[in-house]
């Protein structure tokens, strides 16, 4: 069984668009979280939901939200995709802050 | 704030050689302290973890040590594989649900 899993797993689309990644993790954990990876491999967090409530949101921009209709599931909407926003993002999850379960990512494209 | 400092990479090694790469930190209090590794094309996975001071967190031939004293945590195997060809990542998890990420070490073996 997937602990956690998102799609899509490639995603490319045209600047302007708007586009959602799925995340769901079957651990019970408490906490979701979204990461943002560049080309060199940087590891930038954007999102924290722990149960149900946002608990982080680090500079990123409100073309970003995050949605969280259950302890098992946080999505990301993006609107308005710019082509700086091309990058591999990551759904990971954890019981309180510790061990960081992560997805396979979704690597988007944006053209 | 807390933080995460590990050496640049890429570490470049032969079959069979040792590997050390270093992870200094910051942070208040006594955080647990991880390394994951993330193989290509993959989402990042635990290598291991350690929770206090003085404990020697190993796994699959690699170990580091909690360092209190010095603020550290080496990740070191005596004999690296082509296999062990990844990017590695020391972070920590302090007195939040906010874990702190270092930049990433890429590791390449060569046969």
């Known amino acids: 069984d997937t602990a956690v899993s998102q799609t899509p797993k490639y995603l490319v689309t045209q600047m302007g668009n708007d586009k959602s990644i799925k995340c769901e993790q079957n651990l019970g954990h408490d906490t979701m979280y979204w990461y943002k990876q560049d080309s060199k491999k940087f590891l930038k967090i954007m999102f924290s939901y722990n149960n149900k409530e946002l608990i982080i949101n680090e500079t990123v921009p409100n073309r970003f939200s995050p949605k969280s209709p259950d302890k098992a599931h946080l999505n990301l909407h993006i609107n308005s995709l710019e082509l700086g926003d091309s990058a591999v993002y990551f759904c990971?999850?954890?019981?309180?802050?510790?061990?960081?379960?992560f997805g396979p990512g979704t690597r988007l494209t944006v053209l | 704030g807390d933080s995460v400092t590990q050496m640049e990479g890429p570490v470049t090694l032969s079959e069979e050689a040792c590997l050390t790469i270093?992870?200094?930190?910051?942070?208040?209090?006594?955080?647990?302290l991880f390394w994951y590794v993330q193989y290509p094309g993959e989402g990042l996975q635990l290598l291991l973890k350690?929770?206090?001071?003085?404990d020697k967190g190993s796994n699959k031939g690699f170990e580091a040590t909690y360092r209190k004293e010095t603020t550290s945590f080496h990740l070191e195997k005596g004999s690296v594989q082509v296999s062990d060809s990844a990017v590695y990542f020391c972070a920590l998890r302090g007195g939040s649900y906010i874990p702190t990420f270092g930049r990433g070490t890429s590791l390449i073996v060569h046969p």
């Open positions: 270093n992870c200094t930190y910051t942070a208040t209090g006594y955080p647990s």
């Open positions: 350690a929770t206090k001071a003085d």
């Open positions: 990971a999850s954890s019981q309180e802050g510790d061990t960081q379960y």
